[in-house]
T-cell receptor
Framework: GAGVSQSPRYKVAKRGQDVALRCDPI?????LFWYQQALGQGPEFLTY????????KSGLPSDRFFAERPEGSVSTLKIQRTQQEDSAVYLC???????????FGPGTRLTVL | KQEVTQIPAALSVPEGENLVLNCSFT??????LQWFRQDPGKGLTSLLL?????REQTSGRLNASLDKSSGRSTLYIAASQPGDSATYLC??????????FGAGTRLFVKA
């Protein structure tokens, strides 16, 4: 079966623009995670979904960041009024359920000019 | 607050050597621990998942151990190969839904 996919793979935005990053998890996976990874660092947790419910959004850095998973499958991470410090790789992961192995997508590299 | 540390930050070894990567965490109340590899410009590939009730997991040339009481995990790679060159990350599952990653160990295996 297909793994986790993310689109776009690369995104360049001018400061102040809004961006939307998409994640297609593995079919049937209940849990979905978003992470932000800076160069040379490990991924930093942003938010967690169980089906369509966003159960933890404690890692979202500001109210400019918003995530949704309306039908419990595809998820979108939206960043409003992008800033240069938002430049990073955004990773999505899914797992069968809480506590199971996480499978990652290839990530979206966001560059804010 | 859970913190995860990986030592060393970088490691270079000759092909064929057995090696150990270390991961330590500050709060022993973990749900599970997962080891990943990351190749440059790519996402993470899962290697091994250890539940909090387990002591170790093995897959091929890889063996991961977990000692919750001391807050440590090790990833043992036997007979290293150039294809093992990558960044290795450990990640701790907390009691909630958050997963905390270390900064990783960059491994280079010389042919």
């Amino acid at each position: 079966g297909a793994g986790v996919s993310q689109s776009p793979r690369y995104k360049v935005a001018k400061r102040g623009q809004d961006v939307a990053l998409r994640c297609d998890p593995i079919s049937g996976h209940v849990s979905l995670f978003w992470y932000q990874q800076a160069l040379g660092q490990g991924p930093e947790f942003l938010t967690y979904f169980q089906n369509e419910a966003q159960l933890d959004k404690s890692g979202l850095p500001s109210d400019r960041f918003f995530a949704e998973r309306p039908e419990g499958s595809v998820s979108t991470l939206k960043i409003q009024r992008t800033q240069q410090e938002d430049s990073a790789v955004y990773l999505c992961a899914s797992s069968f359920s809480t506590g199971y192995e996480q499978f990652f997508g290839p990530g979206t590299r966001l560059t804010v000019l | 607050k859970q913190e995860v540390t990986q030592i060393p930050a970088a490691l270079s070894v000759p092909e064929g050597e057995n090696l150990v990567l270390n991961c330590s965490f500050t709060d022993s109340a973990i749900y599970n621990l997962q080891w990943f590899r990351q190749d440059p410009g790519k996402g993470l590939t899962s290697l091994l998942l250890i539940q909090s009730s387990q002591r170790e997991q093995t897959s091929g040339r890889l063996n991961a151990s977990l000692d919750k009481s001391s807050g440590r995990s090790t990833l043992y790679i036997a007979a290293s190969q150039p294809g093992d060159s990558a960044t290795y990350l450990c990640a701790v599952g907390t009691g909630g839904f958050k997963t905390i990653f270390g900064a990783g160990t960059r491994l280079f295996v010389k042919a």
